[in-house]
């Protein structure tokens, strides 16, 4: 069973950066692509952004490219460095891994994904 661990949410002011990590105990990493996904209370987690085992990066449109996800396959991490940050991105952000998922449908949909972390919180104040 994979174990993935969030890190570096926080509290942080509208215009700011923060820089999410996720640690996978996994031991084939690199044939898992990542994702973060984000949820609000009463609302349904949603897509943010994705990478493919190939390094192929997949963000949601409503970003506005403020975003960027990245791997580290020797380290077993994904990052998500987040820029410009405004209060509606306040969420819990969750990290997830899917085993030689490839296509931009399944990369995009909670359905596409095997396991999750527990979350992060972040909160952006305006």
């Known amino acids: 069973q994979v174990q993935l661990v969030e890190s570096g949410g926080g509290l942080v002011q509208a215009g700011g950066s923060l820089r999410l990590s996720c640690a996978s105990s996994?031991?084939?990493?690199?044939?898992?692509?990542m994702g973060w996904f984000r949820q609000v209370p009463g609302k349904e987690r949603e897509f943010v952004a994705a990478?493919?085992?190939?390094?192929?990066?997949y963000y949601a449109d409503s970003l506005e490219g403020r975003f960027t996800i990245s791997r580290d396959n020797v380290k077993k991490t994904v990052s998500l460095q987040m820029n410009s940050l405004k209060p509606e991105d306040t969420a819990v952000y969750y990290c997830?891994?899917?085993?030689?998922?490839?296509?931009?449908?399944?990369?995009?949909?909670?359905?596409?994904?095997?396991?999750w972390g527990q979350g992060t919180q972040v909160t952006v104040s305006s």
């Open positions: 997830a891994g899917g085993y030689l998922r490839s296509s931009k449908e399944s990369l995009t949909t909670s359905r596409g994904y095997d396991y």
């Open positions: 996994g031991r084939t990493f690199s044939r898992h692509a």
């Open positions: 990478i493919s085992t190939s390094g192929l990066t």
